[in-house]
C-alpha cells in the first residue's frame, strides 16, 4: 500500500537555528499539504500545494516558514530562525486532487522540539 | 468562536462499551465530513468519510451527520483496547483552490481491558 513519506521522524533543534522537513507523496497525487498540530490540538493547514503552485498559504508564517514543490512531485517545508514556539508536530498529507470528495492520507509526521 | 468544536476528553470505557464522540460546527458551508484515528506520535489515518446528512456504518464504526444541528458522532461498537487513540473530526469547506479542511482538536479514548 503506498504511503506518504516523510524526513526526519524527530528533530530537535535550538531557537534561531534553521530546520528542514521533507515529504514524499504517493505517487500521482496532485495536491500536497503542510499542516503543523500543536500538543493537544487538531492539526491546522500550513500550506497546500496544487501541482508545484501554492493554493493556499494564508496560514504560514512568512516571515519565518518557507515551503516548495518544484517538479511537483516531494516538498521542503523550512523554518529559519526557528522559535521555542514552533515545536509541534509537522504533518505531510496528499490527495489525488483537491476537491471535496479527494481523501488525504497523511504520513507519520515529523516531530520538532526547539530548545 | 472556533469553526469546529471538540471535547478533547480523555474519555475511558471498558472493553466491549459502546463509544459516543460528538463534534459541532458554526459554518453552514462544510460539505464534507470525516472521522480520523491518530495513535500516539502517528500521523491521522482516516476512518469514516460522509457527505451528506444520515449514517453511514463501516463495521464496527457508525458515522453520524446532521446538517440540520450542525452536529455530527462517531459510534463505536464492542470497543477494544486497540481503539485506545485519539479521534479526530474533520470537516470540508469551499477555498481558493479547492476545499479546506478543518480539523477538532480531538478526543482521546482510553479502553480497558
Known amino acids: 500500500e503506498a504511503e506518504v513519506a516523510q524526513s526526519p521522524r524527530y528533530k530537535i533543534t535550538e531557537k534561531s537555528q534553521a530546520v528542514a522537513f521533507w515529504c514524499d507523496p504517493i505517487?500521482?497525487?496532485?495536491?500536497l499539504y503542510w499542516y503543523r498540530q500543536i500538543l493537544g490540538q487538531g492539526p491546522e493547514l500550513l500550506v497546500q500545494f496544487q501541482d508545484e503552485s501554492v493554493v493556499d498559504d494564508s496560514q504560514l508564517p512568512k516571515d519565518r516558514f518557507s515551503a516548495e514543490r518544484l517538479k511537483g512531485v516531494d516538498s521542503t517545508l523550512k523554518i529559519q530562525p526557528a522559535e521555542l514556539g514552533d515545536s509541534a508536530m509537522y504533518l505531510c498529507?496528499?490527495?489525488?486532487?483537491?476537491?471535496?470528495?479527494?481523501?488525504?492520507?497523511f504520513g507519520p509526521g515529523t516531530r520538532l522540539t526547539v530548545l | 468562536q472556533k469553526e469546529v468544536e471538540q471535547d478533547p476528553g480523555p474519555l475511558s470505557v471498558p472493553e466491549g462499551a459502546i463509544v459516543s464522540l460528538n463534534c459541532t460546527y458554526s459554518?453552514?458551508?462544510?460539505?464534507?465530513f470525516m472521522w480520523y484515528r491518530q495513535y500516539s506520535r502517528k500521523g491521522p489515518e482516516l476512518l469514516m468519510y460522509t457527505y451528506s446528512s444520515g449514517n453511514k456504518e463501516d463495521g464496527r464504526f457508525t458515522a453520524q451527520v446532521d446538517k440540520s444541528s450542525k452536529y455530527i458522532s462517531l459510534f463505536i461498537r464492542d470497543s477494544q483496547p486497540s481503539d485506545s487513540a485519539t479521534y479526530l473530526c474533520?470537516?470540508?469547506?469551499?477555498?481558493?483552490?479547492?476545499?479546506?479542511?478543518?480539523f477538532g482538536a480531538g478526543t482521546r479514548l482510553f479502553v480497558k481491558a
Open positions: 505517487s500521482g497525487h496532485a495536491t
Open positions: 459554518n453552514s458551508a462544510f460539505q464534507y
Open positions: 498529507a496528499s490527495s489525488k486532487g483537491p476537491q471535496g470528495a479527494d481523501t488525504q492520507y
Open positions: 474533520a470537516m470540508k469547506r469551499g477555498n481558493t483552490g479547492g476545499f479546506k479542511t478543518i
